[in-house]
C-alpha cells in the first residue's frame, strides 16, 4: 500500500508561482514512479509529468514543459512540483499518483485527494 497527500495548491495571479508537494508513505513507495495529473472541470485528468523515485528521472507534457519542475526529497519522502510562469489554463485539481512509468492515469494504483490551483487572468 502507498499513501499519498497533497499540498501546497491555492490561487494566484497569471505569471505567478506554485509549489505542490506529494508526501508519501507507506512500505514499497520508492519503488513506483511519481505522477503528477490535472482536471479542469468538464475535462478529462490530464497527464503533466512524471518522475522515477529511484533515479530521478523526469518527464513532461508539452503544454508545461519548460514551466514546471518535478523533483524528490529522498529525506522527506515528498515529490514537489514547483509551476512557474502559470496561466489560466492550468486552473484544474492537482493529483498525485504512484504508478509504473506511464502518461496513462489509467495505469497508476494510488492517488492522493487533489489539491486546487486557480489562476486569475
Known amino acids: 500500500q502507498v499513501q499519498l497527500v497533497e499540498s501546497g495548491g491555492g490561487l494566484v495571479q497569471a505569471g505567478g508561482s506554485l509549489r505542490l508537494s506529494c508526501a508519501a508513505s507507506?512500505?514499497?513507495?520508492?519503488?513506483?514512479?511519481i505522477g503528477w495529473f490535472r482536471q479542469a472541470p468538464g475535462k478529462a485528468r490530464e497527464f503533466v509529468g512524471i518522475?522515477?523515485?529511484?533515479?530521478?528521472?523526469?518527464f513532461y507534457a508539452d503544454s508545461v514543459k519548460g514551466r514546471f519542475t518535478i523533483s524528490r526529497d529522498n529525506a522527506e519522502n515528498t515529490v514537489n512540483l514547483q509551476m512557474n510562469d502559470l496561466k489560466p489554463e492550468d486552473t484544474a485539481i492537482y493529483y498525485c499518483a504512484a504508478g509504473p512509468w506511464s502518461t496513462a492515469a489509467a495505469a497508476y494504483d494510488y492517488w492522493g485527494q487533489g489539491t486546487q490551483v486557480t489562476v486569475s487572468s
Open positions: 518522475i522515477r523515485w529511484s533515479s530521478g528521472s523526469t
Open positions: 507507506g512500505p514499497t513507495f520508492s519503488r513506483y514512479a
